[in-house]
Each structure stands twice: as C-alpha cells, then as structure tokens.
C-alpha cells in the first residue's frame, strides 16, 4: 500500500469507483451460494482471487446504477429525481442481474411511462432493499467536505426507487462513510470512524449495528447478514472493509465470503477500500480483467475524474 500522504484524492476518487465495479465483478459469479458452499466448492476467496483466470470480469446493476449517479453528479452538480431516473434508463441492461421489480421500474423509465407510482405500488411500504446503497459511493465523493449535505443528497437518491426509511438509511450511511473516509488524513482509526458514522443513523436498527461495530477490535467483523435486504447486509459489508483496512483483496475477499449477495458486499466493501487506499491498491490481476466495453473499465475512470474535476469546481478547490 502507498503511504497515505502519496495518495490523492483524485486517486481515492477513481479507487472508490473501480474498487466498487471490481468487487461487483468478483463477487457476481458467487451470488446465491452459501458461504460454507463458495469455500467447499472453489476453495478459500483469497486463493479464487489470486487465481483468477484470464476471462475478463464483468460488473453487474450494483456498478451500473454508481454510473448512474456518478454521471448524473458530473452532469448536473446535484441529484434531482428526473434527471437520476433519467441516466439510470439511458444505462440500462436487463442482463445486468437487476430484480424483477427493478426492472419493471426501469422498462417504465426507458418507455417514457410514469415510474413513480410504480414505485410505491411495487414495494408497499417501500423498498428496504440494499440497491439505494450499493450505488451510493459517488454521492460520498462529490460532496465529501459537506457531511450534511452527503446526507441530504444521499437520501434524494434513494428515494428516486426507495422509499422506506432502512433503505434510505442505508444509502446515507453508505455514502457518509465515504466521505469520512476523504476527509481522513491521519491513519485509519475505526472506533473515530464509527463514532462519527452513527451520527448519520436515523433508524433503531442501522444506530444499533453501528455501535455494535464500533466496539470490534482491530482485524475482528460482524454479520448482521448478507442478504438483499439493506439491515441485513449494509453494516456487515463496511465491518469487512473495517477488519481490513490496508487491504484490498482481503476486504472484498471477506465480503465474497459470507456468501448470498455476494456481488452487493464486495461492491460495496470495495468502494470503501478503494475510497480509502486509492487506486493503486487494486491489484493490477483484477483491474486489469475488467470488462473495458462501452462502459467498461476506462469510461468508469474518466468518469471518477471527471467527478473530482467537478467536485474541485464546486467546492472552489482545484484538483490535486
């Protein structure tokens, strides 16, 4: 790992973006399977990453829909429903592994139809699914030096496809730990960083599992789950980024190995290592087999620094 004064922001900004689509990509092929299941049948995550073949890896909806975002930040300062709605119809791949109802939302989208009723409609209550979080990691960037207003826009984004209050806590949650992570100069410290992350909780069930995580020990996480459901998953994928702070492949390899929504916890594991080592700390095996398409590989990076440029602007710094 590069010292910590060596890495920009502009690298933590492609770190936080590639780390998110890599992670996606590793963990995809292991979805569904039990983690007892992913290590009987493929052996320990770190031996199935180190080995990887020469196949290229393809991200899933969790990288897409963070392009979404990413672009909708670069294009229009800020997140506002329409023009979110908007990009996320124009990115749009069903073969993606999007959800079913994801995806009747996303059909209306890309048909001109009214969506929003079909939000609420589909998900009575509101979804409390994890997918507002696992796209989130662009708003913790954009906005890093501003935690309220990561909070508010966070939750704007959620909104335009989740609207119960977990989901949107999730996505909130998410995003402010990016932002700490920015912000960050001295050496990572998990208590501090739990401490001040609690502060964006608004739920009972996200303000208990971030004081639980806040008395783990160094190296030590905790499930709460790692399922599609935001308080089932969310949490557990930042403790495998907490347990491993100084490393890449450990931290998204924790994540594949709880098993269930593997692409998810390694997306959302990976934009938080990748946010805090920068990009140099992918290793070069895994970002090198990504898929470098259309969309792919290199339009992810120019649009993380394309991001930086456009947070620099607004916040009336200039890029490192």
Request: a negative charge.
């Amino acid at each position: 790992m590069a010292d910590a004064g060596e890495i920009t922001t502009q690298d933590r900004f492609r770190g936080c973006l590639l780390g998110l689509a890599v992670g996606d990509a590793v963990g995809a092929p292991f979805e569904g399977l039990t983690g007892e299941t992913i290590y009987r049948s493929f052996g320990p995550v770190d031996r199935i990453i180190a080995d990887l073949n020469d196949e290229v890896i393809n991200y899933t909806d969790d990288t897409q829909m963070a392009l979404g975002v990413a672009e909708c930040l670069v294009e229009y300062g800020c997140i506002a429903a329409d023009e979110l709605a908007e990009r996320f119809a124009t990115n749009y791949e069903a073969g993606r592994g999007y959800g079913s109802g994801m995806q009747k939302i996303l059909n209306a989208m890309v048909m001109g139809k009214e969506w929003k009723p079909l939000v609420e409609s589909l998900f009575p209550g509101g979804s409390w699914g994890n997918g507002a979080a696992m796209r989130v990691a662009p708003v913790g960037l954009a906005f890093c030096h501003d935690p309220a207003r990561v909070r508010e826009e966070a939750a704007r984004s959620a909104r335009v496809t989740h609207l119960h209050p977990l989901g949107v806590d999730a996505a909130v949650i998410l995003a402010s730990a990016v932002s700490i992570l920015l912000r960050q100069d001295s050496p990572f410290d998990s208590k501090a960083f739990y401490a001040e992350l609690l502060e964006s909780a608004e739920t009972e069930e996200f303000q208990w599992q971030l004081r639980t995580a806040g008395r783990l020990e160094a190296q030590e996480m905790i499930s709460f789950g790692s399922c599609l459901a935001a308080h089932r998953s969310v949490t557990t994928a930042i403790t495998c980024f907490t347990a491993w702070p100084d490393s890449y492949e450990k931290t998204i390899g924790r994540a594949i190995s709880m098993g269930d929504d593997t692409d998810t916890l390694a997306a959302i594991a990976g934009a938080l290592s990748g946010a805090h080592l920068g990009i140099k700390a992918i290793p070069p095996n895994l970002l090198s087999r990504l898929e470098n398409g259309k969309m792919g590989r290199d339009h992810l990076d120019k649009t993380a620094m394309a991001l930086h440029e456009r947070w620099s602007n607004l916040d009336g710094e200039k890029p490192d």
